[in-house]
C-alpha cells in the first residue's frame, strides 16, 4: 500500500504528458452528448453498455471500439469540447505541459474537414491555463500514401502542430513503411515520434531509431528482451512514453506488479509516465502514477525522477523545459 504521503506527492508534483492520444480521451458520457447533439446513432444502448465493452484482449480489439467512439466527432466545437474536458482534467491532476497527439484519418476518411479538427483542438489548447502543443498521427494500418496525403493537407495548419507520430495498429506495420513521410516531415521541421516496441518486437524500435529517425519512442517496453538496444537508449537518452495502465488493459504486462517500469529506470533509461487513451484505459495521469506506484517497490526518488523525464523529454524551449524542471526540484525540496 502507498503511504500517504507518496500518493500526495504522485498526486500533486509538476507533471508533463507525453503520449495522449486526444480520441483516446472521449468519455462515455461525452461520446452519448455529442452523439445526441449530431443525430448520431451508436450501437450501444446506453453509457453504460458503451462502458463494459472496454473489456480488451489487445491492441485491436481496442481499436475497433475506439473508432466507433470518435464517430460522434463532427464539427469544430466537437473538438473543442473533447480537448477542453481533457484538459480540465489534467490540471486537476497538476499536469502542467502536455503534448496532444491527435489522428486526423479517423475523421477526414468520414468526411470531417481538416480545419475543422485542428482549429477545434488547438482553440481549446490555447484557452487552457496548461501549456499544450499538438502532434499529428498517422494511422499505420493505412497506406503511407494515405500518411502523405493526410500530411499535405495539414500543412496549411502548419503553426498548429509541432510534430506528427505513428499509431494504430503495430504489429505487421512497421516503422520502415512510413520512412518517406517521417523524411518529408523531417525536412519541415517537425518534431519525430512513434509508437513501437508495445506489442511489436524491438525490431520496429531499431527501424523508428533509423529509419524514422524519431527523437521519442512510444511505449517501447519491449526493449527489455534486447541488451544492446537497452544500451543505446540509454546512451542517447533516448525517452520512452511508458503508459501502464493502457499496458495491463491491453494485456502487454498480465498484472502491474509484472510491469517493467523500475527495470527501465534503473537500466537508465528516460522512462515517463502517461495515460495514453484515458477514457478507455482506466485512468488519467495520476491514476497511472498511483496504480504503478502501488504495485513495484517504487518510492520518492522515482517519482521526482519520473517527473525530471518528463520534462526533460518534452518539445519545449531549453529554458522553458529548465523552469518546469526547477518546479519539479522546488516541489521535492518542500517534501
Ligand atoms: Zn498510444
Do not use: W
Not at 33 to 48: F, M, T, W
Not at 94 to 112: A, K, S, W
Amino acid at each position: 500500500m502507498l503511504n500517504d504521503q507518496l500518493r500526495r506527492v504522485l498526486q500533486q508534483m509538476p507533471k508533463a504528458e507525453l503520449h495522449i492520444h486526444i480520441e483516446g480521451s472521449l468519455e462515455p458520457e461525452l461520446i452519448f452528448a455529442l452523439a445526441e447533439r449530431n443525430g448520431v446513432k451508436l450501437a450501444y444502448a446506453s453509457v453504460e453498455a458503451l462502458r463494459a465493452a472496454y473489456a480488451f484482449t489487445d491492441l485491436q480489439s481496442f481499436l475497433d471500439i475506439y473508432y466507433a467512439g470518435a464517430s460522434v466527432l463532427l464539427k469544430e466545437q466537437d473538438f473543442y469540447d473533447m480537448t477542453a474536458a481533457y484538459l480540465k482534467r489534467a490540471e486537476e491532476d497538476n499536469v502542467r505541459h502536455t503534448e496532444i497527439f491527435f489522428d486526423p484519418q479517423t475523421h477526414t476518411h468520414r468526411g470531417v474537414p481538416m480545419d475543422v479538427i485542428i482549429n477545434g483542438i488547438y482553440r481549446a489548447c490555447q484557452d487552457s491555463p496548461v501549456s499544450a502543443t499538438l502532434i499529428l498521427c498517422f494511422l499505420r494500418h493505412l497506406s503511407e500514401e494515405d500518411a502523405i496525403a493526410t500530411l499535405e493537407a495539414a500543412l496549411p495548419y502548419r503553426d498548429k502542430f509541432i510534430g506528427v507520430g505513428l499509431d494504430s495498429s503495430e504489429v505487421g506495420n512497421p516503422p520502415e513503411k512510413f520512412a518517406r513521410v517521417f523524411a518529408r516531415s523531417r525536412e519541415l521541421g517537425l518534431h519525430l515520434v512513434a509508437h513501437a516496441g508495445e506489442e511489436g518486437p524491438p525490431a520496429y524500435i531499431y527501424t523508428a531509431l533509423d529509419t524514422l529517425k524519431v527523437e521519442r519512442i512510444d511505449h517501447g517496453v519491449r526493449c527489455l528482451e534486447d541488451q544492446a538496444l537497452t544500451e543505446r537508449l540509454v546512451r542517447e537518452q533516448m525517452a520512452l512514453t511508458v503508459c501502464p495502465l493502457s499496458n495491463i488493459k491491453l494485456c502487454v504486462f498480465d498484472k502491474m506488479d509484472q510491469h517493467n517500469l523500475l527495470e527501465l529506470l534503473d537500466a537508465g533509461i528516460v522512462a515517463t509516465v502517461n495515460s495514453d487513451d484515458p477514457a478507455y484505459f482506466g485512468g488519467y495521469m495520476n491514476d497511472n502514477f498511483i496504480a504503478t506506484f502501488e504495485a513495484l517497490p517504487l518510492g520518492l526518488s522515482h517519482a521526482q525522477r519520473l517527473a525530471r523525464n518528463g520534462f526533460s523529454a518534452a518539445f519545449l524551449p531549453a529554458e522553458q523545459k529548465q523552469k518546469f524542471i526547477d518546479e519539479v526540484d522546488a516541489f521535492f525540496a518542500k517534501v
